[in-house]
């Protein structure tokens, strides 16, 4: 049964310190994709990648966010330093160019105390 | 820009019994598709429905069909015999234009969140 694997779904942090949150796409899928979800402001798109490649990380706070597809079958997204704004349920989600249709991981539950 | 608007933040519904979900939607795009997510308490979101914007029929799952009024822009999930495992919050989102790119990303609206009571 093919699926988006998240690691770790939990994590709780002290702010300051550095987060790394992976992703293994499902294997065929060429595009992949980080949203986050808050109560306040929904889901909202990070970034997103097709062929490895990024392609917009227009939602993504660049001085300490950062997204990488070191290969097909790994996404990793990193904050340096946490904030504590920064908790929050973060999900990945993989799919094929321009279908539209998206399967997400079962998402990273971030705090940052 | 796509905009998708939820404004049912909550609604309750008697076991068996149907419930409309609304989804209205903006964009200037001739293409685009519409989709429905279901997210239950676990927080995985599952993939429900899909209806494209040249599709002629409504959408239909088993229990999920999509009430598509292209002129009114809206796409309503309508879920037939609810069940007390359709408790969850549900999310319309909506895909641009392949053709030009705008295919490959979601944009969410803010969910309704479902209560199915006995």
């Known amino acids: 049964d093919a699926r988006v694997t998240q690691t770790p779904r939990h994590k709780v942090t002290e702010m300051g310190q550095e987060v790394t949150m992976r992703c293994q796409p499902i294997?065929?899928?060429?595009?992949v994709f980080w949203y986050r979800q808050t109560m306040m402001q929904g889901l909202e798109l990070l970034a997103y990648f097709r062929n490895r490649a990024p392609l917009d990380d227009s939602g993504m706070p660049k001085d300490r966010f950062s997204a990488e597809m070191p290969d097909a079958t790994l996404a990793t997204l990193k904050i340096q330093p946490s904030e504590p704004r920064d908790s929050a349920v973060y999900f990945c989600?993989?799919?094929?160019?321009?279908?539209?249709?998206?399967?997400f991981g079962q998402g990273t539950r971030l705090t940052v105390v | 820009a796509q905009k998708i608007t939820q404004t049912q933040p909550g609604m309750f519904v008697q076991e068996k019994e149907a419930v409309t979900l609304d989804c209205t939607y903006d964009?200037?795009?001739?293409?685009?598709?519409l989709f429905w997510y279901k997210q239950p308490s676990s927080g995985e979101m599952i993939f429900l429905i899909y209806?494209?914007?040249?599709?002629?029929q409504n959408a239909t799952e088993g229990r999920y069909s999509l009430n598509f009024q292209k002129a009114r822009k809206s796409a309503n999930l309508v879920i037939s015999a609810s069940q007390l495992g359709d408790s969850a919050m549900y999310f319309c989102?909506?895909?641009?234009?392949?053709?030009?790119?705008?295919?490959?990303?979601?944009?969410f609206g803010t969910g309704t969140q479902l209560k199915v009571e006995l």
């Open positions: 294997l065929g899928h060429n595009t």
């Open positions: 989600a993989s799919g094929l160019v321009g279908r539209g249709l998206l399967f």
């Open positions: 964009t200037s795009d001739p293409s685009y598709g």
């Open positions: 989102a909506m895909r641009g234009n392949i053709l030009t790119g705008g295919g490959n990303k979601l944009t």
């Open positions: 209806q494209g914007s040249y599709d002629q």
